[in-house]
């Protein structure tokens, strides 16, 4: 078998929100033995892996990936956050989606991702530094109709873009982005987030994966930002849309748009559409309702389906078992149903392929 990767024993055990000392008493080391090992100075032998593996709930597989785990191409992981959210819940998600990189690149290995689009890299620079400028750019490449995108998943899914959705138990961090060791764009979000947030923070992401694999010269958040308003609400269209905006007429737009409220207002804002005193006003409105905390008229979700296609393929095409490609993609099954489709592992017995809805991607 192949040397134990020291940096997933540390991945591993941050993702379970795990000290050094729990997973040390846990299979009978000292935690300077533990500590060493997740350096690599001294690494576990195969049975003290075995006992990690155990007490984390991931495969003994894992932990002899051999690729690097937190330096994934050029790009690295970007966060769509608030300020506010503590530094060890963004540890243990960025260490879990360290791991569905791994379980993302085993999984599409040997599969041909056919899109009608491709994903497209570009440098602001060539674009007059506008990050707006960018997001008309990749509209038209992606042939992309006038108006509203009307799911914006399926867009990036046509791309050949992978989307992920998991219950990262905080509403404090919206989701993220890396490139995968095979030059996946990979987006995972959280699922606890309204659809109409979610569809911001998936623009906002593919800003930073479309442009930031260069050093951005300015903010890259506000670039990313400026990128999403543009891609999902374009000024020439959005503008006029905007003329005498009334707080009664926000729900409308945001069915017609697919946008938060608070995101119209603050679009609204950013464009000078609507003047600093309105949009002073209809924020009032907006928080007086209850509306920062929860707004109604909620938007249809837009449920990824790639990643089932790629399930599908390997369990009726190459007639694995659920068991068994979970195993392969280096997860236990319950996991396996949870962490990559978003759905509680089956209770009974039966034909399990029919577990598994076929779906298809479209624009």
């Known amino acids: 078998m192949s040397a134990v990767n020291p940096e997933m024993l540390m991945v591993a055990r941050k993702s379970r929100s795990k000290t050094q000392h729990d997973v040390a008493d846990a299979i009978g080391v000292t935690q300077g033995r533990l500590s060493k090992a997740e350096t690599g100075t001294l690494p576990l032998n195969d049975n003290e892996v075995q006992e990690v593996a155990r007490f984390l709930g991931y495969p003994a597989s894992l932990f002899y990936e051999a690729d690097r785990v937190r330096e994934v191409g050029s790009a690295c992981l970007y966060h769509r956050k608030r300020k506010t959210l503590p530094a060890k819940v963004l540890e243990k998600i960025d260490s879990r989606m360290y791991i569905r990189n791994v379980n993302i690149r085993r999984l599409f290995d040997g599969l041909d991702v056919d899109g009608s689009r491709i994903f497209h890299t570009m440098d602001p620079d060539e674009y007059g530094g506008s990050a707006v400028e960018v997001a008309r750019a990749l509209r038209a490449a992606w042939r992309v109709p006038q108006g509203p995108i009307k799911n914006l998943t399926a867009l990036i899914e046509s791309a050949g873009g992978i989307v992920l959705m998991d219950d990262f138990?905080?509403?404090?961090?919206?989701?993220?982005?890396?490139?995968?060791?095979?030059?996946?764009?990979?987006?995972?979000?959280?699922?606890?987030?309204?659809?109409?947030?979610?569809?911001w923070t998936l623009a906002h992401e593919l800003g930073h994966l479309t442009m930031h694999h260069v050093a951005p010269s300015g903010d890259p958040e506000e670039e990313a930002d400026a990128f999403a308003g543009e891609f999902l609400a374009p000024v020439a269209l959005f503008r006029p849309d905007l003329r005498g905006v009334t707080f009664d007429r926000l729900p409308n737009l945001k069915m017609y748009w697919r946008l938060a409220m608070k995101a119209i207002i603050k679009r609204g804002q950013v464009l000078g559409a609507i003047e600093p005193q309105i949009a002073t006003r209809l924020y009032k409105q907006h928080s007086a309702r209850g509306y920062n905390a929860a707004e109604p008229y909620p938007l249809s979700p837009e449920p990824p389906t790639l990643v089932q296609q790629a399930i599908n393929a390997h369990l009726q095409d190459f007639e694995y078992t659920p068991a068994e490609l979970a195993a392969a993609v280096r997860l236990d099954t319950e996991e396996f149903y949870t962490g990559l489709l978003?759905?509680?592992?089956?209770?009974?017995?039966?034909?399990?392929?029919?577990?598994?809805?076929?779906?298809?991607?479209?624009?």
């Open 169 to 199: 138990g905080t509403r404090k961090l919206f989701g993220m982005s890396c490139w995968t060791a095979h030059g996946h764009p990979l987006f995972y979000l959280n699922s606890a987030i309204p659809t109409a947030d979610l569809r």
């Open 342 to 363: 978003g759905k509680p592992m089956p209770n009974h017995g039966g034909n399990v392929i029919s577990l598994f809805d076929r779906g298809s991607a479209t624009a």
